[in-house]
Antibody, heavy 119, light 107 residues
Framework: DVEMVESGGDLVQPGRSLTLSCAISGFDFRTHWMSWVRQAPGKGLEWVANINKDGSEKNFVDSVKGRFFVSRDIYESILYLEMTDLRVEDTAVYYC????????????WGRGTLVTVSS | DIRLTQSPSSLSASVGDIVTFTCRASQNIDNWLAWYQQKPGKAPKLLISSTSILQSGVPSRFSGSGSGTDFALTISGLEPEDFATYYCQMANTAPDSFGQGSKLEIK
């Protein structure tokens, strides 16, 4: 079965950095685009970033460009989101999700990990 | 960037009702639109992608339609487990934005 487990969420101060991980099993990690989506407390979903199959193409929402970086370790089947210069408004549950290639829907999601940015 | 606007923001309905949510894109996105269901404290669940393709295991009472800039999600015959928040998402070009969500509540 497909399983995706996020980790690394924490309480951090503004301006600090944090790296999230998404451990993947149950499918060939190399054959899917992957995404990060976040949800601030009580708010809607916000697409954050995605990365293509071999890691050569990455896209980000404007609000995190230059601060967040996405990467993938195809040997360990882990997706990463490195977050720098964190802001209070980055506080959210962060989900990793798999793209279903034919339709580009996000067909599998992790349970999420909470990042709280506060002084 | 392309923006998605969902309506209504919230809707009260009863079991057995037929309900429709709409999603309007600020530019043509062809058929690259997906719909998700999210329940409190849970990750979103993909219901429909490419406008109208039902994800495996999703009941046939869910259907999607539209093209270009105007899309709809219809639930024909609400079941108790359908009360949740629904989001549309575009997937034709980054950023793959979500709509703001439509909350379906029990009347």
């Amino acid at each position: 079965d497909v399983e995706m487990v996020e980790s690394g969420g924490d309480l951090v101060q503004p301006g600090r950095s944090l790296t999230l991980s998404c451990a993947i099993s149950g499918f060939d990690f190399r054959t899917h685009w992957m995404s990060w989506v976040r949800q601030a407390p009580g708010k809607g979903l916000e697409w954050v970033a995605n990365i293509n199959k071999d890691g050569s193409e990455k896209n980000f929402v404007d609000s995190v460009k230059g601060r967040f970086f996405v990467s993938r370790d195809i040997y360990e089947s882990i997706l990463y989101l490195e977050m720098t210069d964190l802001r209070v408004e980055d506080t959210a549950v962060y989900y990793c999700a798999r793209t279903y290639e034919p339709t580009r829907g996000l067909d599998h999601w992790g349970r999420g990990t909470l990042v709280t940015v506060s002084s | 960037d392309i923006r998605l606007t969902q309506s209504p923001s919230s809707l009260s309905a009863s079991v057995g009702d037929i309900v429709t949510f709409t999603c309007r894109a600020s530019q043509n996105i062809d058929n690259w639109l997906a719909w998700y269901q999210q329940k409190p404290g849970k990750a979103p669940k993909l219901l429909i992608s490419s406008t109208s393709i039902l994800q495996s295991g999703v009941p046939s009472r869910f259907s999607g339609s539209g093209s270009g800039t105007d899309f709809a999600l219809t639930i024909s015959g609400l079941e108790p487990e359908d009360f949740a928040t629904y989001y549309c998402q575009m997937a034709n070009t980054a950023p793959d934005s979500f709509g703001q969500g439509s909350k379906l509540e029990i009347k």
